[in-house]
């Protein structure tokens, strides 16, 4: 079935627009640049300090859970690894495919954002949703790797957002 998805990407949705676009979409994400610089401006200020804090932390959450934890235990193959015939528009990733990191990583931070109060976080998920679909379109991953990888995000981003407000709450008492 997820075989069935992918190919009806390729060949229903694929064109030379969505061909130029979604690897330059993908790859501001390739180690959450995106992301990671966005945490970064929202720490340089004080009203968006919380929020930057929320982000930044769902994002070290993620690297820990999904990338050196999820990826290297799981090792599951790439769709391209196992249909061979389909020619990639992006270098080959080295590293396995469960869950998606480029999605967790993005909603990871939407969530964050969503967590941390920021009205950021709506125009956040329309580039993660974008993002997500790029792994499929380029054929890099499964769509439960993608499902996974939102899940999986959405979860730290919350609880990112939960351990951030208990902090700062607890900084205050102590005031």
């Not at 009205?119 to 974008?130: N, Q, R």
Request: one cysteine or more.
């Amino acid at each position: 079935m997820e075989f069935a998805i992918l190919d009806w990407i390729q060949a229903h949705l694929r064109c030379g627009f969505l061909d130029a676009v979604l690897p330059a979409v993908s790859w501001t994400s390739n180690h959450g640049e995106i992301w990671i610089l966005l945490a970064v401006l929202l720490l340089l200020f004080r009203k968006t300090r919380r929020q930057g804090a929320t982000v930044a932390l769902a994002l070290v959450m993620d690297l820990v859970c999904c990338n050196l934890t999820l990826k290297p235990l799981i090792g599951r193959v790439r769709p391209f690894t196992v249909n061979t015939a389909v020619q990639l528009l992006i270098e080959a990733p080295l590293d396995a495919s469960f869950p998606s990191g480029h999605t967790a990583v993005s909603f990871a931070a939407v969530f964050a954002l969503r967590a941390g109060g920021s009205p950021l976080w709506k125009p956040a998920l329309a580039l993660a949703s974008v993002i997500a679909f790029s792994r499929l379109y380029l054929y890099v991953h499964w769509p439960t790797d993608v499902l996974a990888g939102i899940l999986l995000g959405a979860a730290l981003g919350q609880l990112a957002g939960v351990m951030v407000k208990r902090l700062m709450e607890r900084m205050e008492k102590k005031r």
